[in-house]
Structures are given as structure tokens and as C-alpha cells.
């Protein structure tokens, strides 16, 4: 039982990443470097630490990015 739960954790844990991948992709950055995209996300996460008003602002741009796909 505990081997087959731990298979549908990779199943869910691999899916996560290819949609986080996914992510990489629609921002138009799947050609830069890995480095770079992990300064970027670094960033962002020092950026947004006890900063609403920047996490509010960034939700709006990517909730509009979503909505353009509709």
C-alpha cells in the first residue's frame, strides 16, 4: 500500500512541475537560462515577502495573461 501511494505522490509531484514548466513557457522565457529563471523566481519571492500591494499587482498580471487564453 505504501509503495503504491508513494507512486501516485510522483504522479502528482511530476505533474506539478511540467505545469509549473508550463508556466515558464506562456511567460515567453523557455529559452533563457536556468540560472537566470531562478534569479528571476528569487527575486520575486524577496520581493513579495510582506509586500501586498506587489503581490496584488503581480496577480493582475497574470490573472490577465490567463484570461487571454480564454
Sequence with gaps: MAEAQTSEDRKKDTR???????LIVKAGLRYESRALLLGLLIDAKNRLSGNEAERARLMGIGTEAFGRDS
Design 16 to 22: 506539478e512541475k511540467i505545469a509549473l514548466g508550463g
